[in-house]
């Protein structure tokens, strides 16, 4: 006989230990019937795991249990999407309120700050927008400080060297600059804009395609960690990479909204950032203080929200973002 084949119980030829060696049998029976039993029950519960969600392009979602907040049911986002957790069932249907369910809609407002009026119409406006405030202009701080108390965002609109001719106003930054005069005029513009939690570039075509140039002008106040919008004024652009190589929130315009400045164009841009915004989750619209983009604003805006369009500021948006977005190498581990 093999040695894994050799009997539990060896057979002898006296009644007693026959009969100690049957219920030693039957003991073993009965402890692998009830072992056998009490690892399905335990399986079960094990196997109890939340489905993971996907968001805002591999994205991963994962709950932590009630007793890790102190009570409160919460949402994180994984670090990495090895991390799961088996929650308790009473939390699988919980979802936390930050966690967006319609496209949300970030509209900025640049040149602001030339004309007062159309400033103060911009601030009135119906919605979350976000105001880029000249530096150079007059009244710069005046709507920095309106704009911050009405709840907007105010971003400093830095002027930045363009391709061609066009004069991007006095202060402007150029490829050509030193370092330190580079640096001096970031400061000088942010000093202007007493209340912005960031910038974006005013023209600069030229400027924002030079690597260089970006990262000396940002890393004059990356101490700061403000949030910088590409304007995007050129396919170019390495504006929003080296902003977020510096460790920014870095976020790029999708749509322009007034280069043709007529209703009818004015509205065909809105809506094509609504439905930016509902295939993707979200979308960023420039347009300018223009009585005609004003007026669309303000008529579009109310039916826009009644269709389920959230409007939130930039700061608002490159938050949400981040709660929502993992690199996409670590959906793999999905697979």
Not at 44 to 53: C, K, L, R, T, Y
Not at 254 to 266: C, N, R, S, Y
Not at 302 to 326: D, K, M, P
């Amino acid at each position: 006989m093999k040695p894994d084949q050799r009997p539990l119980i060896r057979s002898t030829s006296s009644a007693v230990p026959a009969l100690a060696g049957a219920l030693v049998a039957f003991a073993y029976l009965v402890g692998a019937v009830v072992f056998s039993l009490a690892s399905q029950s335990g399986e079960a519960d094990a196997g109890v795991v939340e489905p993971v969600i996907a968001v805002a392009d591999a994205a991963v979602v994962i709950r932590e249990p009630a007793h890790a907040q102190g009570g409160a049911k919460s949402v994180r986002t994984s670090e990495t999407a090895r991390t799961r957790m088996a929650p308790a069932s009473s939390d699988i249907d919980t979802v936390d309120a930050f966690l967006p369910t319609g496209p949300r809609l970030a509209i900025v407002i640049d040149d602001v700050g030339l004309d007062l009026a159309a400033a103060r119409r911009v601030i009135a406006l119906d919605a979350g927008v976000s105001i880029a405030v000249l530096p150079y202009a007059a009244a710069a701080a005046t709507v920095s400080s309106e704009a911050s108390a009405a709840g907007h965002d105010v971003l400093l609109h830095m002027p930045m060297e363009p391709v061609g001719l066009a004069d991007p106003g006095p202060n402007a930054l150029r490829v050509g600059m030193s370092d330190s005069d580079l640096q001096a005029r970031v400061r000088w513009a942010m000093s202007r804009v007493p209340e912005a939690v960031g910038l974006n570039n005013h023209m600069g075509s030229r400027f924002t395609a030079d690597p260089r140039a970006m990262r000396v002008a940002l890393s004059a106040v990356a101490d700061r960690q403000p949030l910088f919008l590409d304007s995007l004024t050129t396919g170019e652009s390495r504006g929003q990479a080296v902003a977020a190589g510096l460790g920014l929130n870095a976020l790029q315009r999708d749509i322009f909204l007034d280069h043709v400045q007529t209703p009818a164009e004015v509205t065909a841009r809105l809506d094509e950032a609504e439905a930016l915004a509902r295939s993707r989750g979200w979308a960023i619209a420039i347009g300018h203080p223009h009585d005609t983009t004003l007026d669309v604003l303000e008529a579009w805006i109310a039916g826009a929200r009644e269709r389920g369009v959230e409007f939130v500021t930039v700061t608002t948006l490159s938050g949400q973002i981040a709660r929502t977005a993992t690199p996409t190498a670590d959906a793999s581990a999905l697979q």
